[in-house]
T-cell receptor
Framework: TQLLEQSPQFLSIQEGENLTVYCNSS?????LQWYRQEPGEGPVLLVTVVTGGEVKKLKRLTFQFGDARKDSSLHITAAQPGDTGLYLC??????????FGKGTKLSVKP | GAVVSQHPSRVICKSGTSVKIECRSLDFQATTMFWYRQFPKQSLMLMAT?????????EQGVEKDKFLINHASLTLSTLTVTSAHPEDSSFYIC???????????FGEGSRLTVL
């Protein structure tokens, strides 16, 4: 069974601080995706990482895919209240469906 | 970008009734759609994979007679919660995979409350 473990589960920080969210698995994934979900809405895709060791940047967000394609991280620089939300990592399972981690609930206080 | 629409976005029903939730891909064809359930403060759990013109594939522990899935066209899949009970109250989200590129897009979700 392919599982994705996310940590931390909850994160509460002050505006301007940096943070990193981790997504780990014992299985190899062909690609991993990061989503952000607001309460009462569906998840919105932020990025897809495909190549081992790949680093992608989206403004203040930096995404990294592990060399072995078993883990990924999301780093946010100078967090803002607008970054508050649930961050989910996901990978495609053998059946073509998306397998989600349990998510990291981020709260950025002004 | 591609749009996936779910309807209704919120529904409240009495225990014992059935509720249908629709998932439509508005500007692309989707051979495959996925249905997820999300309980408060938890992640999305895959319920079933819906393939156009064939029976849905259900995940372990999901009752296929209770959660009826129909994928009659390349742009529409429906999830019917039959004889709903309060424990079925949840946030149901669909995703659709484009036939030509394989990209996945999510609906906005439907919140079901069973009284």
């Amino acid at each position: 069974t392919q599982l994705l473990e996310q940590s931390p589960q909850f994160l509460s920080i002050q505006e301007g601080e940096n943070l990193t969210v981790y997504c780990n698995s014992s299985s190899v994934f062909s690609s991993l995706q990061w989503y952000r979900q607001e309460p009462g809405e569906g998840p919105v895709l932020l990025v897809t990482v495909v190549t081992g060791g790949e680093v992608k940047k989206l403004k203040r967000l930096t995404f990294q895919f592990g060399d072995a394609r078993k883990d990924s991280s999301l780093h946010i620089t100078a967090a803002q209240p607008g970054d508050t939300g649930l961050y989910l990592c996901a990978g495609f399972g053998s059946q073509g469906n998306l397998i989600f981690g349990k998510g990291t609930k981020l709260s950025v206080k002004p | 970008g591609a749009v996936v629409s779910q309807h209704p976005s919120r529904v409240i029903c009495k225990s014992g009734t059935s509720v249908k939730i629709e998932c439509r891909s508005l500007d692309f064809q989707a051979t495959t759609m996925f249905w997820y359930r999300q309980f408060p403060k938890q992640s999305l759990m895959l319920m079933a994979t819906s393939n156009e013109g064939s029976k849905a594939t259900y995940e372990q522990g999901v009752e296929k007679d209770k959660f009826l899935i129909n994928h009659a066209s390349l742009t529409l899949s429906t999830l019917t919660v039959t004889s709903a009970h309060p424990e079925d109250s949840s946030f149901y989200i669909c995703s659709a995979r484009t036939t030509n590129t394989g990209e996945l897009f999510f609906g906005e979700g439907s919140r079901l409350t069973v009284l």
